[in-house]
């Protein structure tokens, strides 16, 4: 029933057609293939014309603090999974079906200081044939794949695929278990690289280009890693558990305002029945608190942009039980600050039957 998700600590766009420029501070990654080939006529010359194979190949670099994965690490209990997700900003020429794919880079790198728009250009970081900064004939990337310019990364190990249809959401949400793993048995953290595959970038005439949200954005749709967890528990002790639709629930402890690093908070549940069964007792009938069935579960809603920055799952968002009441936690410091958040509840009945709750409980993240 845990969600912890980091924010990168580094990335940058790597670009074959200028091949040493850097654009660490961009508020874009750019995963692209853009490219063309030009046919040259000369009036003079043995040789009339000329095809010239041109390639524009564009692929992100994202790094993690080794501190938050370790911290990952010393929370993460059981089966877990982890996902890299990117936003897309916009794209062009979109095929009605493609993928990503995703590896763990070997090399360390600099993320540097540069822009896209800079003028003269920036080399202080990495960029596509560089890992830290540039110097001719210096610092190259080393067994880099590339097409028709040398660099542009290099990585270890098999990658991690995701595939697109005419009608999936283009956001990237990627299976990034296997690398998070290597990562926690001691291989090098040296962040992602996120590409197309070779066949596309190989060819002269690929055209495609997605366009990510960076950690630069000024959107709330950075890159996060999101790691999950089961550490649910469901121990009812003496509470009923609610059986009908006919029910009313609220968040007991909602604090309302947290701080980005208040951690984790564990958010109680007050369920009753709302017509409860007459009873000759001397306390209130409309106060005895129940437990929600097991198959219960909590997500996370912005206010204003309205997506669920934590969707439902009946894998990780479980809601949990004790002898008190029903129970779930949130990691605080993996929501952007300044920014008011929901709380959702999805109750699934035995008879099938699926009810979500909204009831207006709202907190907010302050620095």
């Not at 001719?136 to 542009?152: D, E, K, M, R, V």
């Not at 121990?235 to 029910?247: E, K, W």
């Not at 306390?283 to 198959?295: E, F, G, H």
């Amino acid at each position: 029933m845990s969600v912890y998700k980091i924010f990168p600590s580094a990335d940058a766009t790597l670009y074959s057609r200028f091949a040493n420029q850097n654009t660490g501070l961009d508020e874009i990654l750019e995963v692209s293939a853009k490219n063309n080939v030009e046919t040259i006529q000369y009036t003079i010359g043995e040789d009339p014309t000329q095809t010239i194979y041109n390639d524009d190949l564009r692929r992100a670099l994202i790094q993690f603090s080794a501190n938050d994965i370790a911290t990952i690490k010393s929370f993460a209990t059981g089966s877990w999974q982890a996902g890299l997700k990117l936003y897309l900003a916009n794209a062009e020429n979109l095929a009605t079906t493609y993928s990503i794919q995703i590896a763990q880079v070997s090399s360390s790198w600099n993320m540097g200081t540069g822009k896209f728009t800079d003028y003269p250009i920036t080399i202080n970081g990495a960029s596509w044939y560089n890992p830290l900064s540039y110097v001719s004939g210096s610092n190259q990337w080393s067994n880099a794949s590339y097409f028709l310019t040398p660099g542009g990364g290099n990585w270890t190990g098999s990658f991690a695929t995701q595939s697109f249809g005419y009608k999936d959401s283009k956001d990237i949400n990627a299976d990034v278990t296997s690398i998070v793993n290597r990562w926690f048995s001691g291989s090098i953290n040296n962040g992602f690289i996120v590409k197309h595959p070779q066949a596309v970038e190989n060819s002269s005439s690929s055209f495609i280009a997605l366009n990510f949200f960076s950690v630069d954005t000024h959107t709330i749709y950075p890159p996060t890693l999101e790691m999950r967890w089961d550490d649910s528990s469901y121990v009812t002790g003496s509470l009923s558990v609610l059986n009908t639709s006919d029910f009313v629930v609220s968040i007991q402890n909602n604090a309302g305002i947290f701080k980005a690093d208040t951690g984790k908070y564990k958010f109680r549940v007050n369920s009753r029945d709302k017509y409860p069964a007459r009873q000759f007792v001397t306390s209130s009938i409309y106060t005895v608190n129940k437990a929600l069935p097991q198959t219960s579960y909590w997500a996370i809603q912005d206010v204003k942009s309205e997506d669920l920055v934590i969707d439902f799952d009946t894998t990780y968002t479980k809601i949990s039980c004790d002898a008190t009441s029903s129970f779930f936690t949130v990691y605080m410091s993996g929501l952007e600050p300044e920014r008011y958040y929901k709380l959702l509840i999805k109750v699934v009945l035995s008879t099938g039957e699926s009810i979500d709750i909204d009831n207006g409980s709202i907190f907010k993240i302050i620095r």
